[in-house]
């Protein structure tokens, strides 16, 4: 089982586990993303957007992590993480949601 793999120099491996499309149409500008849900060797779950929010911090592009003991918990956490990233640092969006100059979409060769 691929859990079970120990090789020399692999200090870990993760299992591409399910892959969502979310539609956020008030939200996002192009309304949907992706979010893709690994499986680690221990067992454990993590989620990761296709979108990535400008973060006012920093002006830097960031996606969303989520994790969880299950994959369904691993896509509600990514979620969840996303919605108070736009929150934390768009606290006055207005009806049109994110502009386009607000996200980036990863490159679809690295998602």
Do not use: C
């Not at 539609?23 to 979010?35: D, R, T």
């Not at 990535?52 to 979620?79: M, N, P, Y």
């Not at 009806?95 to 060769?109: A, N, P, T």
């Amino acid at each position: 089982m691929w859990k079970d793999i120990k090789i020399t120099n692999v200090s870990g491996i993760d299992k591409l586990n399910s892959e969502f499309e979310v539609w956020m149409v008030a939200l996002l500008p192009y309304a949907k993303m992706k979010i893709r849900v690994y499986e680690q060797q221990n067992g454990y779950f993590f989620g990761i957007t296709s979108v990535q929010l400008k973060r006012k911090f920093d002006g830097d592009f960031e996606s969303a992590i989520g994790h969880g003991s299950t994959a369904d918990e691993a896509l509600e956490d990514t979620i969840r993480y996303f919605n108070e990233m736009v929150e934390d640092d768009y606290p006055d969006l207005d009806e049109l949601g994110l502009k386009e100059d607000e996200i980036q979409y990863v490159d679809w060769s690295e998602f």
